[in-house]
Antibody, heavy 120, light 106 residues
Framework: EVQLLESGGDLVQPGGSLRLSCAASGFTFANYAMTWVRQAPGKGLEWVSSISNGDGYNTYYANSVGGRFSISRDNSKNTVVLQMDSLRAEDTAVYYC????????????WGQGTLVTVSS | DIQMTQSPSSLSTSVGDRVTITCRASQDIGSYLAWFQQRPGNAPKLLIHSASTLQSGVPSRFSGGGSGTDFTLTISSLQPEDVATYYCQKYNSAPYTFGPGTKLEI
């Protein structure tokens, strides 16, 4: 069974940093691109970042997080990481890790999410 | 960037109704459109990709159509478990924008 388990969500002050991790299981992790999607409280879904399969050479970011967030992957640990710096109140959201499929990529499996709260 | 819109934003329905949700892209995205269902308190779930391909395990009462800029998600006979918010998403290229969502209520 494919599973994605996010961790690292927490309460952080504005301007702070946080590192989210997503542990994948049930599929050959290195073969698939991965992505992060967030959802602010009571709001819709917002794509955040994606990383290609294999060595993760290709990365993509939403304009709202570019220059502040960084996505990476460790295929030896079946993990994708979202490093979030210079956090703002508007980054408060549930962050979902998701597996991508196909070419071009679409999300086929979602994790359960981890809550990030940015507040003083 | 390509913008995605959905209509209606919310819909009050009844069990057994035929429901159609529309998603529109501001530019041609071919058939690179997915539909997701998000039940209250849950993570989203893929229903349809490639505009009309039903994801494995999704009930056949769900169907998708369209190409280019105009797309539809149809539920042929609404069931109580279909109460959810439905999102479309373009995936032809980054940014992979979602529509604002359509909330179905019974």
């Amino acid at each position: 069974e494919v599973q994605l388990l996010e961790s690292g969500g927490d309460l952080v002050q504005p301007g702070g940093s946080l590192r989210l991790s997503c542990a994948a299981s049930g599929f050959t992790f290195a073969n698939y691109a991965m992505t992060w999607v967030r959802q602010a409280p009571g709001k819709g879904l917002e794509w955040v970042s994606s990383i290609s399969n294999g060595d993760g050479y290709n990365t993509y970011y939403a304009n709202s997080v570019g220059g502040r967030f960084s996505i990476s992957r460790d295929n030896s640990k079946n993990t994708v990481v979202l490093q979030m710096d210079s956090l703002r109140a508007e980054d408060t959201a549930v962050y979902y890790c998701a597996k991508l499929k196909g070419n071009p990529w679409f999300v086929d499996i979602w994790g359960q999410g981890t809550l990030v709260t940015v507040s003083s | 960037d390509i913008q995605m819109t959905q209509s209606p934003s919310s819909l009050s329905t009844s069990v057994g109704d035929r429901v159609t949700i529309t998603c529109r892209a501001s530019q041609d995205i071919g058939s690179y459109l997915a539909w997701f269902q998000q039940r209250p308190g849950n993570a989203p779930k893929l229903l349809i990709h490639s505009a009309s391909t039903l994801q494995s395990g999704v009930p056949s009462r769900f169907s998708g159509g369209g190409s280019g800029t105009d797309f539809t998600l149809t539920i042929s006979s609404l069931q109580p478990e279909d109460v959810a918010t439905y999102y479309c998403q373009k995936y032809n290229s980054a940014p992979y924008t979602f529509g604002p969502g359509t909330k179905l209520e019974i």
